[in-house]
């Protein structure tokens, strides 16, 4: 009888829909019990910080960090966690790519503070109160909170992951693969996925969607999500509708076509290309308002087609913004 | 604006039009600014939008691709594809922040050695004008705030 | 039996950090400042993380809203899914027809069901009160209370907890980030053969809300020493207002209903809707955490104190329960008049008993999951409205399982976000848990003794909130910013540094 392994679960700039993932194994839970002790996972056992850091090195087999890595608790326990884990998985869009944490990337510390303490249409603060990493109250009892960092990142920027499990969050039949290979792995010794494996298929999306396709695709028109009824058959592009099919990678099911909506990119891109935005951007400018005038078209008429996508920066980045090329939005001099 | 800056320059050329006309510059003698440098590929269609943004991740301050006038690409419809590609893509850029004269887009024929010149030394002066890209200290900034926290985390252990 | 107190050790550290809480969802910590007598002095709940949704929404397509903003919380994406559609039909003049809106609200009783249920038997309740809270942490959890009950019984509440996901599955495509609802209604409408299973589903979910009201009932209720410290006014327990949401008749309602105020003295003060929330809700920032504190506009920010004069309010069950005339089901009613019976009147202040209320409202879900899935209109073919018109502006409140829950936001003319506010349920209950985890540390630890059981059941001060941070602290801030500007002899501006 194999040796149980141990799991912990910590969590960085993550919604906890990870948690939940691991969670909603329902009855599997009992699979994963069998073969597993979760040693540290604070949404659902009372194991506290001082007892993590007290674990020898290497002594927890596999440790599940979800979410983005934003401020220095964050990172403290991407660290903490590299060192008492043997494997490492960065589980979820956020820890594997910034995901939707990713999106304050687009903004600054600064513009966030002003928002939210003292903009937003239900703060009241004349005194400009502002949370602070070292704060003191009337009697001279200190207070810290962690600080924050300037970018969102993912957990690979920090610390050396061994495998990345995409989605937002992972789904069942994810989740019952990697319990598969766990299993096969503590009770038959079989060899886990070479380091640094994305635990999905190479394939786009398009391959496991069960949509109609025509044969090119093109995009005639752009209606967004609320312009248009869709049909429930075919593809969403061919429609008019902007899917991240093209740039993302199979592996979950295609559930959000299935449910008659667009993808938007959660499991990431495949390994065929470095980032998710140049892909999609090529992969739709491509096959956009094409017509049999294509010679003649003016500048002025290709930037006004290409106007009518809004926001391409937020869409085709919505989950990987930090894992993009630019990483960021910057500001730059006036010209 | 310190006049030791010196822009760090890429320019995408398409091999049976641009870079063409750079060579006809070159062995016309034109005068032409030294701070760039050239990548060529057979047809600007084979830019992926990938090239130009890992060129300003890399540090670039300025980025261009020239290729052959609609209608006349050596593979009939590439650069087609090439203008409406970099056309959504200056739209992604400038939501990244990108001031609009870091990066451009141009025809330029075999038999135009001056435009070449003339696109060329046109764009160095904006970009050398605008200074370095935003991005060539995102990368440094990042490491900053990471290895301290490793220090820290180190150090607590 | 479970085990309630343990052996007391003392401590002389003049603070204890509790880092971090655990069962319950987010990241946050407790200080207890002791004196130098061992007594405490004063404790504080931080929150310690944050995002910044507010602020990096804007410039996205007002229509992308629903399916971004469930990320703010993964155990309870369906209310900010379904705020944002509510924000969203304003904002683009499109008015579901009914049966987009029992759609959505069809899903959405099978979500109250899945996160009430997930807290009483994994996160909350059933740890803490059927190991007791001074059981060994290390079985203090759902593991534990499986290993407790038996498998068949812990077969049981995974297979109707997962009963719940499943439908969550059928109507919002995914039950963790649902993407169905859309400015207008729903994507698709519902099938016979969805609509059968859902009605199948709801039938053992009926059955079994019922004996989770047993559960209550044999593990707490009838256990004497429970229910003194329940009806202890020095551990759980102060004076509040609570706010929630009723339906037409006054009953209580999770989506489409109306809000009231009931102040410390049982009295309804005032009635609200979407439109007004301004006018009632504040929030107050202080420096030692990232959490905001609402509070009631009229009555103003008092501090961390409770009574009528001060602003703090409470929501989630025990207020829903506390501000409505009654429950519009059945089974849900006669929980609904054995509560009050037992704990007197309007409003009960006790805050454990925010688990039972908790269970009762699984009762509600799970009836009017039942009534809604027997609805001829669910199955209707008018299953959205089509706009392309764009108002500039909405404001959407639905009925979390942790409180009640606004989103507000504005746009320009071309539908892309400018401005948004959102007001999330725990960050109403933030105070109380400040509270109540002050008057129970009080009472509990005098002359520095501490144990394991203690200290949890201070946290067992926030539990009863079911606190959901992850949403509360939806704003990403860091220290104060520094900017260097450099300008070249003419003063024109030609580098920016940041930090």
């Known amino acids: 009888m194999a040796e149980k392994i141990t799991i912990a679960l910590k969590r960085g700039a993550s919604c906890v829909g990870c948690d939940i993932a691991i969670v909603n194994f329902n009855e599997e839970l009992f699979t994963l019990l069998e073969i597993a002790d979760i040693v540290f996972a604070p949404t659902l056992i009372d194991v506290k910080y001082d007892a993590l850091r007290k674990m020898p090195d290497k002594s927890i087999t596999i440790g599940f960090y979800h979410g983005a890595v934003r401020n220095s608790d964050n990172e403290e326990f991407a660290h903490i966690m590299r060192q008492k884990c043997q494997i490492l998985i960065a589980y979820g869009a956020c820890a594997h790519m910034g995901g939707i944490p990713g999106l304050a990337n687009v903004t600054t510390k600064q513009a966030i503070l002003n928002k939210v303490y003292k903009e937003t249409f239900s703060a009241v603060n004349p005194e400009g109160t502002l949370p602070q990493e070292i704060s003191k109250d009337e009697v001279g009892h200190e207070l810290t909170l962690p600080k924050f960092y300037d970018h969102v990142l993912a957990l690979d920027d920090v610390v050396d992951v061994d495998y990345f499990v995409p989605a937002c969050p992972p789904t069942p039949d994810m989740n019952m693969q990697i319990l598969g290979v766990v299993k096969a792995f503590v009770t038959e010794g079989k060899p886990l996925p070479p380091k640094g494996t994305v635990i999905a298929s190479e394939k786009t999306l398009c391959d496991e969607c069960k949509r109609e396709r025509g044969e090119k695709v093109a995009v005639d028109r752009l209606y967004r999500v609320h312009e248009k009824e869709f049909d429930p058959e075919k593809c969403f592009l061919d429609q008019g509708i902007l899917c991240l099919g093209p740039a993302t990678r199979a592996g979950c099911g295609a559930v959000c076509t299935e449910t008659n909506m667009p993808c938007r990119g959660c499991m990431g891109p495949t390994a065929a290309v470095t980032e998710q935005g140049a892909s999609m951007l090529s992969a739709l400018a491509s096959v956009y308002g094409l017509t049999d005038r294509e010679s003649e078209m003016s500048e002025e008429e290709i930037d006004k087609l290409m106007s009518n996508i809004l926001d391409p920066l937020g869409c085709f980045y919505r989950f990987s913004l930090p894992k993009s090329q630019l990483g960021r939005v910057v500001s730059d001099t006036k010209g | 604006m310190s006049e030791s800056f010196t822009p760090k320059i890429l320019i995408f050329c398409c091999n049976w039009c641009a870079y063409a006309g750079a060579d006809l510059a070159g062995v016309s003698r034109l005068k032409i600014s030294p701070h760039f440098r050239v990548i060529r590929t057979l047809c600007s269609a084979r830019v992926d939008p990938e090239f130009i943004l890992h060129a300003f991740k890399q540090g670039a301050d300025g980025v261009m691709v020239l290729g052959c006038h609609p209608g006349d690409c050596h593979y009939i419809g590439g650069n087609y594809r090439t203008r409406r590609r970099m056309a959504l893509l200056k739209v992604m850029l400038l939501q990244f922040g990108l001031n609009k004269d870091r990066f451009h887009l141009e025809w330029v024929s075999a038999a135009e050695g001056e435009k070449f010149a003339q696109v060329v030394n046109g764009f160095v002066e904006r970009v050398t004008r605008l200074g370095p890209s935003p991005f060539r200290e995102i990368k440094e900034e990042k490491q900053r705030e990471t290895i301290a926290a490793a220090a820290q985390a180190a150090a607590a252990q | 039996m479970p085990q309630i107190w343990d052996e007391t050790h003392k401590t002389d550290q003049r603070v204890i950090h509790i880092e971090p809480v655990t069962r319950l969802e987010g990241h946050a910590k407790i200080d207890i400042f002791l004196d130098e007598k061992g007594d ?30 469930t990320r703010l919380c993964g155990v309870c994406p369906w209310p900010h899914h379904l ?66 009950v038996g498998m068949e019984v812990g077969s049981s509440v995974i297979r109707h907890r997962g009963y719940a996901v499943e439908i969550e599955n059928i109507v919002g495509g995914k039950s963790t980030h649902p993407v169905f609802s859309l400015p207008g209604g729903v994507s698709r409408p519902m099938t016979q053969e969805q609509i059968d299973r859902i009605r199948e589903l ?39 207002y609570h706010m929630g949401m009723v339906d037409e008749n006054g009953k209580l309602a999770f989506y489409g209903g109306k809000m009231r105020i009931m102040d410390p003295n049982g009295k309804i003060v005032d009635n609200f809707t979407e439109n007004d929330y301004l006018d009632y809700v504040a929030e107050h920032t202080v ?22 004069d ?40 006790n805050s454990l008993s925010f688990h039972w209320a908790r269970a009762i409202e699984c009762v509600y879900a799970a009836e009017r999951l039942q009534q809604l899935a027997n609805d001829p209109e669910v199955l209707g073919k008018d299953y959205r409205t089509i706009s392309d018109r764009v108002a500039g502006e909405g404001i959407g409140i639905v009925e979390a399982p942790r409180g009640t829950l606004f989103h507000h936001y504005k746009s320009d003319e071309k539908g892309l976000i400018t401005d948004v506010n959102l ?55 860091g220290q104060m910013p520094m900017e260097l500007v450099i300008h070249d002899n003419t003063g024109e501006e030609i580098r920016r540094i940041r930090r």
Not at chain 3, 41 to 64: D, M, N, S
């Open chain 3, 202 to 240: 709801a039938d053992k979910l009926v059955e079994f809300t019922e004996f989770t009201l047993t559960v209550v009932d044999d593990v707490i209720l009838s256990n004497k020493e429970y229910v003194d410290i329940i009806l202890n006014k020095d551990l759980y327990y102060h004076n509040s």
């Open chain 3, 287 to 308: 420096p030692w955490s990232y959490l905001k504190f609402p509070y009631l506009k009229k009555v103003g920010w008092k501090g961390l104190t409770d009574g009528v």
């Open chain 3, 423 to 477: 007001v999330v349920a725990s960050a109403q209950n933030y105070g109380a848990m400040n509270l109540d985890i002050r008057n129970v540390a009080k009472t509990l630890i005098k002359g520095g003794q501490i144990s394991n059981g203690i200290l949890n059941m201070v946290e067992m001060g926030f539990r009863s909130y079911d606190p959901c941070f992850s949403c509360a602290t939806h704003a990403a801030i």
């Open chain 3, 40 to 69: 405490v002095e004063q404790t504080y709940f931080q929150v310690v993380e944050l995002r910044g949704f507010e602020e990096f929404c804007k410039g996205r397509p007002a229509e992308e809203m629903p399916r971004i903003v």
């Open chain 3, 83 to 148: 705020a944002s559609s509510r924000v969203l039909d304003v904002l683009f003049a499109a008015p579901p027809p009914p049966t987009a809106h029992k759609i959505r609200e069809m899903g959405y009783c099978a979500h109250m069901l899945e996160s009430h249920l997930e807290h009483v038997y994994a996160l909350g309740p059933a740890p803490d009160f059927v190991l007791g809270p001074a059981a060994d942490p290390m079985k203090r959890n759902v593991i534990g209370v499986i290993e407790a």
């Open chain 3, 310 to 349: 001060s602003g703090l309010y409470r929501v989630a069950p025990l207020s829903r329960l506390n501000v409505a005339d009654g429950m519009a089901t059945p089974k849900a009613q006669t929980a609904y008049d054995r509560f009050f019976e037992t704990l007197g009147q309007k409003p009960v202040q």
